[in-house]
Structures are given as structure tokens and as C-alpha cells.
């Protein structure tokens, strides 16, 4: 069973209006202690998308993370997440099946689930993803015609049916993030809250989920 940081920042290339900004971000993420960063573009600008992700490999290796592992996982793209020599991969709903990013991907590289819904999730605990997610738990403008919101019974929910690892997502802040934990995730994926300050923000996140 994978171990999953407390904090699982999310770099959305639609927060930042080049790469230079986004793997900066990346790098104070780091600063402020993220050891795993998803990298998420939902343009559909796959040459692009490599780009960026293969900048962000080599901040993995030459940046302040550097030499502590930073895990890379890439959003919806089994493809690109082998072509930049990421750690894993995150599916959603409408993206391949799990086993066939599995297939993809093979036995070692982190396999992440999102779920919407107490049946989602009961389905994706029988697949060979790593870890799950269960969102929004609360409210979110940063993805684009969002599921209901869950809530924390949602959480509570969503622990009651896996024992895999279990990262919730959606409006969380470092003003919810313990009552998401107390509610039984693992995890807390954030895209909002770490724009401003990244390095900050982070730290204040480890501290408030210590
Ligand atoms: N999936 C469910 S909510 C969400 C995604 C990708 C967005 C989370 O972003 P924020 O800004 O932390 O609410
Ligand atoms: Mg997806």
C-alpha cells in the first residue's frame, strides 16, 4: 500500500499564463515541502502538455526537491505520463478505465481514481488503482462543470467503503483542510489555496495536517 503526503498540490496549467510561472510554482511548492505534485492541462495541447511536464521532471531533479523524490503525477494522460518519465497517473470518470491505464502504465507507477458518489467509489476500490479520490467536498471554481458537492458526510462515506488511501479535492482550504482529515481522508488535493504564496501556503498545509 502507497503512503500519500498529507498535502497533494495540484498544478493546474490553466492558473498560469506561461511555464516559467508553472514550474516556478512547482518549485515553491517543493520549497514548502510538497513531496508529490499532480500536473494538470486540461487545454488538450498534448505537445505543449509534454513540454511543461518534462520541465517539471527536471525540476524533480535539479530544483530544491532535489535530491528528495518529488512524485509526479500526471492528470487523464497515461501517454504523456510514460513520455515524461512521471511517477504515476490520475484518471477521472471520463477518462481510459482504470486497467487499461494499468496496462499502460504497469504494476509500479501510482494509479489515482476519481469518484463523484458512494457507487463510483465502490467500483474504483475494486480495480488496481493506488489510491482514490472522492469531490467536490465543497464548493470549487476551478474545474469546469463539477459533480454535486460531497461534503464531509461524503468523506465519511467515501472511508466507510475503501481501505485504499483516500484524497479528497474540491474548495478545500487551510481553513477546512483538518475537518476533511477528521472526516477520514488521507489526503487533501488543493489547486485554489496554493496560488498565492505557494511556498507559504504549503507549509501552513503540513502544519494545520501535522
Ligand atoms: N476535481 C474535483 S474538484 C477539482 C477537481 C480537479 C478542483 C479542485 O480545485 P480547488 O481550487 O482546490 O477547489
Ligand atoms: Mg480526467
Redesign the pocket.
Given at each position: 500500500m502507497i503512503v500519500l503526503p498529507r498535502l497533494y498540490p495540484?498544478l493546474d496549467a490553466g492558473c498560469y499564463s506561461n511555464t516559467l510561472d508553472l514550474i516556478a510554482a512547482g518549485d515553491e511548492l517543493a520549497a514548502g515541502g510538497a513531496t508529490l505534485l499532480q500536473y494538470?492541462n486540461k487545454s488538450g495541447n498534448a505537445p505543449v502538455m509534454l513540454e511543461q511536464a518534462r520541465e517539471l521532471r527536471r525540476l524533480s531533479r535539479t530544483g530544491v526537491s532535489a535530491p528528495h523524490t518529488l512524485k509526479l503525477i500526471m492528470n487523464d494522460r497515461a501517454d504523456l505520463a510514460l513520455a515524461a518519465e512521471f511517477d504515476g497517473v490520475h484518471v477521472g470518470q471520463d477518462d481510459l478505465l482504470p486497467e487499461s491505464v494499468r496496462g499502460i502504465i504497469g504494476p509500479e507507477r501510482w494509479l489515482g481514481v476519481?469518484t463523484h458518489n458512494p457507487e463510483q467509489l465502490a467500483e474504483a476500490d475494486l480495480t488496481s488503482a493506488d489510491y482514490l479520490a472522492i469531490?467536490?467536498v465543497f464548493s470549487?471554481?476551478?474545474?469546469e462543470k463539477?459533480d454535486p458537492v460531497v461534503g464531509l458526510e461524503g468523506v465519511r462515506r467515501a472511508r466507510q467503503l475503501t481501505r485504499k488511501p483516500l484524497v479528497a479535492?474540491?474548495?478545500?482550504t487551510r481553513a477546512n483542510a483538518a475537518s476533511v482529515i477528521e472526516a477520514g481522508a488521507d489526503s487533501v488535493?488543493?489547486?485554489?489555496?496554493l496560488l498565492r504564496d505557494p511556498r507559504k501556503s504549503a507549509e501552513e498545509f503540513f502544519r494545520i495536517l501535522r
Open positions: 495540484i494538470r476519481s469531490g467536490p470549487t471554481s476551478s474545474k463539477p479535492i474540491g474548495g478545500i488535493a488543493v489547486i485554489s489555496d
